[in-house]
């Protein structure tokens, strides 16, 4: 199988990479390849239409991609498709993505669709250990009442915690995410939305 996985933007990458390499034992290039956005972007009033090339969104270029994707994908192709829930409800936002992939004329035939809540930042949130062990000195009282999944402001609330003020930590977002995942527990993920992406590729991939 080869899996095409599409995230909202290059701070998803380090993450999803560490799963499908350490997790599943795939390797990038030959088994699968991850294609980041420049950010969420909108869904296109037509999702018919040719996208806007000025704008690089994961949600702008969704519709094109599928389509492009569903004119030679088989069954032994995946298409990931992974999107930060923000302040959306999980339950219109998963059912919106279905309906867009049910109104396309041509599309993949499998499609994984999986919801990262709050972002991805979240799931760093959630594993203390993994944060301990990327940055030892980490401010780890600042975020121990935050339950997994809390929408709380993920990334800044990671940024305090690493000693970086939100308003000067967004370029440092990707390096941070490099430096965790490789400490992230898979086996047993504390944070919901992380196991849900886990066991959904594992139930693609059996």
Not at 12 to 33: C, K, N
Not at 42 to 68: E, I, S, T, V
Request: hydrophobic letters at 40%; aromatic letters at 6%; charged letters at 25%.
């Amino acid at each position: 199988m080869f899996i095409e996985v599409l995230t909202e933007g290059a701070s998803d990458v380090p993450v999803v990479r560490e799963v499908l390499v350490r997790h599943f034992g795939l390797s990038e290039h030959i088994d699968f390849r991850i294609h980041p956005h420049r950010g969420r972007g909108n869904m296109p009033a037509n999702p018919l239409a040719q996208p806007d090339p000025k704008h690089r969104g994961l949600f702008d270029q969704l519709p094109a991609k599928l389509r492009g994707f569903g004119k030679y994908m088989d069954e032994q192709c995946l298409v990931l498709v992974l999107v930060d829930v923000d302040n959306d409800d999980c339950v219109q936002l998963l059912a919106g993505l279905k309906a867009l992939l049910l109104s396309l004329p041509t599309k993949p035939p499998r499609v994984l669709f999986r919801l990262a809540i709050e972002e991805t930042e979240s799931w760093f949130l959630a594993d203390s250990n993994a944060i301990k062990e990327a940055f030892p000195k980490a401010k780890l009282a600042l975020i121990k009442n935050i339950l997994p999944d809390a929408r709380v402001g993920a990334w800044e609330k990671l940024a305090e915690c690493l000693g970086h003020k939100p308003s000067n930590g967004a370029p440092k977002k990707n390096h941070w995410a490099e430096q965790i995942a490789p400490h992230l527990n898979f086996d047993t993920p504390f944070s919901p939305s992380l196991s849900k992406l886990i066991s959904g590729l594992k139930r693609e991939l059996n």
